[in-house]
């Protein structure tokens, strides 16, 4: 069974991406009495008329989790217009920190991927509140941010992002590092494939996408992490071991420690199987250094009640 805690844009869009996939049995959890059941209902008469085999229930009691072999925690305040991600820290914090108590009391055993922002500040709660295994608290983010570089690519090469590899490592914010000298098209990287100034609208663009999203339809983005957070459970519920960009809390990775951070990982069955660490130049390890230098203010300015 797979658990969603949250039944808002994002928690309905991957429950919907995932049992159309067939992937597993799905319970939305929330805290607003008759939205996870309304949601279920809704989604159930879908997959009926689309012959599909699985069955989605909705609840409001945590206690329903039990059983699950992958918790998705979609829960929290979203971005609104005009707002970093930076700045939902206080108000997600507590939430956060309570689901994780909440994951150990009744599903100890599974493996837990969080969408909730500030990303890595989130992750970095969740890991610290629950006392998790670090292989089995997993921020998504990289996905995500990858997915929209690949796309901008895509846009200007005229290659199907299928063919296309974006890394894009750091914090899931502002001050996320986009690697062009990595991100490659069948192979060969962008930089020997696009001009600078294009390299650098690619960045632009990926860097503001979730930005430009609230913008134009007035809310964050729900498909895309939707999308992301079900070839995420596909690699966990088949034990698949396929590569993605998560965030993933780090010890002597990179050099880093005691810190949540977007890199390459290794998914399946038991989470995070290994951390591959990336060869970067001088400047591309400056910006990573930047990027983690965001992350650990964010995670300064969370009370240390919401860590234990």
Do not use: W
Not at 238 to 246: G, I, P, S
Request: with cysteine; glycine share 8%.
């Amino acid at each position: 069974m797979i658990a969603i805690i949250g039944s808002g844009r994002v928690g309905t869009s991957a429950a919907q991406y995932i049992t159309y996939m067939e992937l597993d049995d799905v319970v939305l959890i929330d805290i607003i009495k008759g939205k996870p059941q309304g949601e279920a209902l809704d989604l159930s008469h879908a997959l009926s008329i689309l012959n599909k085999s699985v069955r989605v229930t909705g609840s409001n009691d945590f206690k329903d989790i039990q059983g699950a072999d992958l918790v998705l925690v979609t829960a929290g305040f979203p971005r609104g217009p005009g707002m970093t991600r930076e700045q939902l820290v206080a108000k997600n914090a507590e939430i956060v920190s309570d689901i994780g108590k909440k994951i150990v009391e009744y599903a100890p055993n599974a493996v837990t991927i969080i969408t909730t922002n500030p990303l890595d500040a989130m992750l970095y709660v969740l890991y610290k509140s629950s006392k998790l295994p670090r292989e089995r608290v997993i921020g998504f983010s990289g996905v995500l941010d990858s997915g929209r570089m690949k796309y901008y690519i895509s846009q200007r090469t005229g290659f199907s992002p299928a063919s296309i590899n974006a890394v894009v490592l750091g914090q899931h914010g502002e001050k996320m590092a986009p690697i062009p000298r990595l991100s490659t098209v069948m192979g060969k990287p962008v930089t020997q494939m696009l001009s600078d100034k294009d390299i650098e609208e690619i960045i632009s663009e990926t860097v503001k996408s979730g930005a430009k999203i609230i913008e134009l339809r007035g809310y964050s983005s729900s498909y895309g992490p939707g999308a992301g957070l079900a070839i995420m459970a596909e690699s966990v519920i088949r034990n698949q071991h396929k590569t993605f960009l998560a965030s993933a809390c780090l010890n002597g990775e990179y050099g880093l420690s005691d810190i949540c951070v977007n890199v390459p990982i290794v998914l399946g069955r038991k989470g995070i199987e290994k951390i591959i660490e990336l060869p970067l130049n001088d400047e591309e390890k400056k910006l990573f250094m930047e990027s983690v230098e965001a992350i650990r203010r964010n995670i300064a300015e969370i009370p240390s009640k919401y860590l234990e």
